[in-house]
């Protein structure tokens, strides 16, 4: 059973913007620090961005740096993911996922995350 739920994919001409948002109504996200992974067909789940509890740090893969923003609001328990300049290589299922604890950095690997989401599709196509 899912306990994040993902939401603002969908179709976008390339250069595109999407942003998409991660929340939960069954825990509140401000002991976790959340990440966004994407998986297209045929290939590894990979680690696109994450935030660590309080929002104080981020990491982002180099494939989307400058590119997409990740950022919360606890008060709205919801991280986002702002994404910017999409290319066609963007097209990809994502997924946000939770880690528990009060770290000063997260990580961009799948592993080791306590709750996922579903997933929302992204095709970035003309």
């Known amino acids: 059973q899912f306990q994040l739920v993902e939401s603002g994919g969908g179709l976008v001409q390339p250069g595109g913007s999407l942003r998409l948002s991660c929340t939960s109504s069954?825990?509140?996200?401000?002991?976790?620090?959340v990440g966004w992974f994407r998986q297209a067909p045929g290939k590894e789940r990979e680690g696109v961005s994450c935030?660590?509890?309080?929002?104080?740090?981020?990491s982002y893969a180099d494939s989307v740096k400058g590119r997409f923003t990740i950022f919360r609001d606890n008060a709205k328990n919801t991280v986002y993911l702002q994404m910017n300049s999409l290319e066609p290589e963007d097209t990809a299922v994502y997924y946000c996922?939770?880690?528990?604890?009060?770290?000063?950095?997260?990580?961009?690997?799948?592993?080791?995350?306590?709750?996922w989401g579903q997933g929302t599709q992204v095709t970035v196509s003309s």
């Open positions: 996922a939770a880690e528990g604890g009060f770290f000063r950095r997260c990580d961009l690997s799948p592993n080791r995350k306590d709750y």
């Open positions: 069954r825990f509140t996200l401000d002991a976790y620090a």
């Open positions: 935030i660590t509890f309080n929002g104080g740090s981020t």
